[in-house]
């Protein structure tokens, strides 16, 4: 199969849809691709329990406001879903679903993107891929025997009732899952810092609004603020702060090795583990960019705003606060989606780039 928009979009979770929203108000033919078989991006992975960090208002992509939630706290996942494949539907999207990326090169003045079924011809590309596809673990030495998770395998704790299970990682999914596992599992939660929660009254909404002042002061020439950094890393969702607020979450010391039974500390401390859940974040899933060389030795691409500097007609949007603040959140891709569109349409009305 052979293809040809003006736009190809990489992608179909909520900053490809939200991209997709502004490029059909800006009357730009365009297509999306997405690998899965299915609408919702990565809220389809989440474990059982996984909520939003803020009420439905405050979760919306651009257009059209999430509906609200009708069970009691935050939305789950699964009203995500829902809404995303509503999304996608009410505003006609065209999204090519079980499409998977796997290359985007120059030919000549345009882009060939290479999937599994064939190649797409584009004039402009939005990556939107995420970071979920792509997790991090970290090295360490030694030989342990038991089970090994990342967050994107967990589900939620009935697996684990009455085994011992450490989990790593002081940001928001480690205290989520560890709160999740507290009073099923012997736990031990185990961060290279001390836990900083964020005030208890804060939200999703007051996130975003905190990502976006400090990218206005860093255009503006103002001292960083630190945005959220500055707050915390955890957001304290109720059942962290139940857990936490009961005791059950007693955060040690990074460990030093391992041996085959569990973790082993500097002074010679060990834990036995049936398993290590690994919850230290993800990378950029940025494979399929290869071909155009345009990352630095960090293992970034560098952007202004969404925009590639080397390439002026690639967009990488929602991929954390370097392609935008607050850009990889429901409310704050709406803002660099429209950014990005707006750049597109004028490279592609100009002939630039």
């Known amino acids: ?69 009708p069970g009691p706290g935050y939305p789950t996942a699964e009203h995500v879903v829902e809404y995303l494949a509503a999304y996608e539907k009410r505003y006609e999207l065209p999204v090519r679903r079980g499409e998977t990326v796997t290359a985007v090169s ?6 060939q993107v290479s999937t599994d079924t064939g190649n797409w011809f584009a004039e402009a590309v939005i990556s939107a891929t995420g970071t979920w596809w792509r997790r991090f673990l970290p ?13 994107v395998d967990y589900r939620g704790p009935g697996e684990f009732a009455g085994q011992d299970v450490v989990v ?16 099923t599992a012997n736990l031990t939660w185990v961060t290279r810092r001390p836990p900083r929660y964020l005030p208890d009254h804060i939200d999703g909404k007051a996130l975003f609004d905190v990502a976006t002042r400090r990218r206005q002061a860093l255009q503006t020439g103002k001292p960083d603020t630190a945005g959220v950094a500055g707050l915390g890393d955890i957001v304290a969702v109720p059942p962290v ?92 891709v709406g803002m660099t989606a429209r950014a990005a569109v707006t750049d597109i349409q004028t490279t592609l009305d100009t002939g630039g780039g």
């Open 139 to 151: 090295l360490m030495p030694g030989g342990f025997t038991g089970r090994q998770l990342h967050t």
């Open 1 to 69: 199969m052979t293809g040809a928009a003006r736009v190809v979009v990489i992608g179909g979770g909520q900053a490809g849809l939200a991209a997709g929203y502004r490029l059909r108000r800006a009357g730009l033919d365009f297509v999306i691709l997405d690998a899965q078989a299915q609408p919702g991006g990565a809220w389809i992975h989440g474990w059982d329990s996984l909520r939003l960090f803020s009420p439905a208002q405050h979760s919306s992509l651009p257009g059209w406001p999430m509906p609200p939630y």
């Open 241 to 332: 702060r139940e857990a936490r607020d009961a005791g059950l979450l007693r955060p040690r010391e990074m460990f030093a090795r391992f041996d085959s039974d569990g973790p082993v500390w500097t002074d010679g401390t060990r834990r036995h583990a049936d398993a290590i859940i690994w919850c230290t974040g993800f990378r950029p899933a940025l494979s399929h960019l290869a071909p155009l060389r345009l990352r630095t030795t960090r293992g970034r691409i560098p952007t202004e705003g969404t925009r590639a500097v080397a390439e002026p007609r690639l967009h990488l949007l929602g991929y954390g606060d370097w392609t935008g603040p607050a850009s990889a959140t429901l409310i704050g």
């Open 168 to 183: 790593v990682g002081g940001g928001n999914s480690g205290a989520q899952i560890a709160a999740d596992l507290a009073g």
């Open 106 to 111: 120059r030919d000549g003045d345009r882009f």
